[in-house]
């Protein structure tokens, strides 16, 4: 396996800074808000009710039945209990159904650009993976027809996220519609749905491929705490999806890493049962950084932008930079020359497109102050200025 390309950049921008380089890192697919109060309140108030001990291995009872009942009120979808398993995170979720569901040689259906765990993931459980690309001109949002091509009664599973990291494309109920026509005549292929980030939605309104009849059953919903709550650090995902597959992902849980957090599970609870003003407050913040980053990013030339729906990220084209070379006469080869090129002479942390299947990209987070924001834009302007 490989080093996740998104943490293996983080790292290499911690240890410049520690080094005095003044580095500003738009590589992590982090909220730089800290978890709200009444959230972390709640964990105080599960410490002193005694929820210190061993949690059930899929979560407890009353943590998937608000669950349950958040997938219907706000997603329209019946998913009970039974079918809900709480984990060490969405990354640990999808981990489990893979290897519970892919013998070797298994394939995979990955829309590209694609987050760049879903790939290693599915290599780890010895699985064949296929991959379905967008392009940027479509704001990376994949051609039904092309995912109709791509699929075969042997495909085991196909996973895809809207809104989508690393692009921010946002699956539009329409669009949505023609993926379900295709998965109905599959009705073996399970259709993994990763809402990760369904809080984040700056145009429209955030929709599940769960509610067309024709493929429900077949559909896993990937979801958690971190992004819409800023609560990454309490590190808690969720699956909700056919019964089967609950009760074996929670076998493979119990064998890997038992339940998650107790004190983490006390205060998802809190969160899912609490208001969402803080939900919305943070939300408006990633539209307005949405919009100065696309401002300014659009001026730069050799890039190609286009306007993110949701999430907190940027996908920027840079083919017409591949092959320019830096001031010292290296040339850019790939876009893993480029980030390591604005690591280097502008003190900017990014990550590569080859790690989410879009080679001539780059991600930028602007999980970020307007400040960091301002400066890093002009930092990667000036940089970029100087290729020849």
């Known amino acids: 396996m490989k080093e996740s390309a998104t943490i293996g950049m983080s790292r290499m921008a911690r240890e410049l800074k520690a080094q005095g380089a003044p580095i ?8 730089d808000f800290d978890t709200p109060q009444f959230i972390m309140d709640g964990a105080r108030v599960g410490m002193e009710e005694g929820y210190t001990h061993y949690p059930p291995i899929p979560g407890y009872m009353d943590l998937r039945e608000a669950i349950s009942d958040k997938l219907s009120s706000e997603n329209g979808v019946s998913y009970g209990p039974e079918q809900i398993v709480v984990s060490t995170g969405a990354k640990q979720t999808i981990a489990n159904i893979m290897l519970c569901l892919l013998d070797p040689g298994d394939k995979v259906v990955i829309l590209s650009p694609y987050w760049v765990s879903y790939y290693d993931i599915v290599q780890m459980a010895g699985g064949q993976q296929v991959i379905v690309e967008g392009k940027l001109e479509d704001e990376y949002k994949v051609d039904p027809q092309k995912l109709d091509e791509a699929m075969s009664p042997d495909v085991k599973a196909v996973i895809f996220s809207s809104p989508s990291n690393p692009t921010g494309s946002l699956y539009t109920t329409d669009e949505l519609r023609e993926f379900s026509k295709v998965f109905a005549k599959y009705p073996d292929t399970l259709i993994l749905s990763d809402e990760i980030y369904e809080y984040i939605v700056f145009e429209g309104e955030h929709q599940s491929i ?39 992902c929670t076998k493979m849980q119990g064998q890997l890493t038992s339940g998650a957090a107790s004190i983490s599970q006390r205060a998802s609870l809190t969160a899912l049962k609490g208001p969402r003003e803080e939900v919305s407050m943070m939300r408006e913040t990633f539209r307005k950084r949405r919009d100065l980053v696309y401002e300014g990013l659009s001026k730069i030339e050799g890039f190609d932008t286009y306007l993110p729906k949701g999430a907190f990220y940027m996908l920027p084209g840079i083919s017409k930079l591949i092959g320019r070379a830096t001031p010292e006469g290296e040339e850019i080869k790939d876009a893993t020359d480029f980030c390591m090129y604005l690591l280097k002479n502008a003190n900017v942390s990014t990550v590569t497109g080859l790690a989410f299947g879009a080679p001539d990209t780059f991600r930028i987070s602007f999980a970020a102050s307007n400040e960091e924001l301002n400066d890093a834009i002009q930092r990667i302007s000036a940089a970029v200025r100087e290729l020849k």
Do not use: D, H
């Open 24 to 31: 500003i890192s738009l590589s992590l697919g982090e909220p």
């Open 210 to 248: 769960s509610q067309f009849p024709e493929v429900r059953n077949n559909v896993v919903i990937i979801n958690g705490m971190s992004k819409g709550f800023a609560m990454t650090g309490w590190r808690i995902g969720y699956m909700a999806g056919p019964e089967w597959l609950a009760k074996a």
